[in-house]
Nanobody, 126 residues
Framework: QVRMKESGGGLVQAGGSLRLSCTTT???????IGWFRQAPGAEREWVSG????????AYSDSVKGRFTISRDDTENAVYLQMDRLKPEDTAMYYCAAQRGQAWDYCPDSSMRPNYWGQGTQVTVSS
């Protein structure tokens, strides 16, 4: 069983930055990790993914070049550095874990997580 907890959300002005953290319990290096977000009235959308190795990353077109995902297996943590934030980035952000994948498998929008966190709210004011 994996428990996941996000932190680092908050209110920021457009153009600003936030760093989200996702800490987990369990055997962290067994899981490929993804970040998702859900805005009010919208479906949950995949944002970014990172392989178990940490060597492969992927981003949705809407955040590519502005967000950076990383992981620290010594801390059982995954981070999402969000720069040049826009009002349309406002959403609840969730981290998610997928087990049973190859070492270099990188989750993309087709990711089917086995575990989810509770979410952290990000609000970007214009």
């Amino acid at each position: 069983q994996v428990r996941m907890k996000e932190s680092g959300g908050g209110l920021v002005q457009a153009g600003g930055s936030l760093r989200l953290s996702c800490t987990t319990t369990g055997y962290f290096d067994l899981y490929a990790i993804g970040w998702f977000r859900q805005a009010p009235g919208a479906e949950r959308e995949w944002v970014s993914g990172i392989s178990r190795s940490g060597s492969n990353t992927a981003y949705s077109d809407s955040v590519k070049g502005r967000f950076t995902i990383s992981r620290d297996d010594t801390e059982n943590a995954v981070y999402l550095q969000m720069d040049r934030l826009k009002p349309e980035d406002t959403a609840m952000y969730y981290c998610a874990a997928q087990r049973g994948q190859a070492w270099d498998y990188c989750p993309d929008s087709s990711m089917r997580p086995n575990y989810w966190g509770q979410g952290t709210q990000v609000t970007v004011s214009s």
